[in-house]
């Protein structure tokens, strides 16, 4: 059977409050420079997984992506995502005030040709999840005395490095120091057989209790 893969890939609109101006989609296809198109996983293929990635991108005022941050989809199509479209150009985005940065959000389809659609498995992500050795935590940083704890769901490379976070627990204004700080830890890759692959993990980072040191709790604080 002759098993191939197509990606395609859309911007979509992305609301935010303050920041950034947000752009459907319609207007951000037209400033992109350099569409660099995402290699289809030879692991995701043989294993007949296809979807959707959903990224959010920050383009800064010169048109270079200055953030990309997955919102869904499977690991291994979201590292190849992640990795083409961190290299994407746009043409600025021109405002009344000058050359501003905007925030938008790309939809990457993976999805694969077969000769019959009834020759993909009902379950292939469950079938492949079932076969992959998660990653784990080999050194971290030592925790500080005060110290809490936030959850970060952390999206690690086939070299198992840190290429993309999100918040699932803990305090808002704790999220920023506990992704910068899982940056600095080392893990081993998930495997499947004898290869590494890109994976998902949820780890519990400690954070420098900023109550602990506030003059409020300081009885020598001002």
Same mark, same amino acid.
Request: charged fraction near 20%; glycine fraction near 8%.
């Given at each position: 059977m002759c098993l191939g893969g197509i990606f395609s890939a859309s911007a979509q609109t992305e609301t935010v409050g303050q920041g950034p101006v947000v752009l459907?989609?319609?207007?951000? @296809? $037209? #400033? =992109? /420079?350099? $569409?660099?198109? +995402?290699?289809? +996983?030879?692991?995701?293929?043989?294993?007949? /997984?296809?979807?959707? =990635? #959903? =990224?959010? #991108? @920050?383009v800064s005022r010169d048109g270079r992506v200055a953030q990309a941050h997955v919102l869904r989809g499977h690991p291994i199509l979201a590292a190849s995502a992640l990795r083409a479209v961190r290299r994407w150009l746009y043409r600025p985005l021109m405002t009344a005030v000058g050359p501003a940065a905007f925030l938008t959000t790309v939809s990457m389809n993976f999805y694969l040709r077969v000769s019959k659609i009834d020759h993909l498995p009902p379950e292939a992500e469950v079938d492949l999840n079932r076969q992959v050795k998660p990653p784990e935590v080999l050194t971290r940083p030592p925790g500080q005395s005060f110290a809490s704890l936030v959850r970060l769901r952390v999206l690690l490379n086939d070299a198992g490095k840190v290429i993309d976070s999100e918040p699932v627990k803990g305090s808002p204004p704790e999220f920023e120091e506990a992704q910068r700080a899982v940056e600095q830890w080392t893990f081993r890759p998930a495997r499947w057989g004898t290869l590494s692959v890109p994976w998902y993990l949820e780890v519990d980072v400690p954070v420098a209790d900023r109550g602990a040191h506030s003059p409020a709790a300081d009885p020598g604080g001002q």
């Amino acid at each position: 059977m002759c098993l191939g893969g197509i990606f395609s890939a859309s911007a979509q609109t992305e609301t935010v409050g303050q920041g950034p101006v947000v752009l459907g989609s319609k207007r951000a @296809t $037209q #400033l =992109v /420079i350099s $569409q660099v198109k +995402p290699e289809y +996983p030879a692991l995701a293929k043989i294993n007949y /997984i296809q979807g959707h =990635v #959903l =990224v959010q #991108l @920050t383009v800064s005022r010169d048109g270079r992506v200055a953030q990309a941050h997955v919102l869904r989809g499977h690991p291994i199509l979201a590292a190849s995502a992640l990795r083409a479209v961190r290299r994407w150009l746009y043409r600025p985005l021109m405002t009344a005030v000058g050359p501003a940065a905007f925030l938008t959000t790309v939809s990457m389809n993976f999805y694969l040709r077969v000769s019959k659609i009834d020759h993909l498995p009902p379950e292939a992500e469950v079938d492949l999840n079932r076969q992959v050795k998660p990653p784990e935590v080999l050194t971290r940083p030592p925790g500080q005395s005060f110290a809490s704890l936030v959850r970060l769901r952390v999206l690690l490379n086939d070299a198992g490095k840190v290429i993309d976070s999100e918040p699932v627990k803990g305090s808002p204004p704790e999220f920023e120091e506990a992704q910068r700080a899982v940056e600095q830890w080392t893990f081993r890759p998930a495997r499947w057989g004898t290869l590494s692959v890109p994976w998902y993990l949820e780890v519990d980072v400690p954070v420098a209790d900023r109550g602990a040191h506030s003059p409020a709790a300081d009885p020598g604080g001002q």
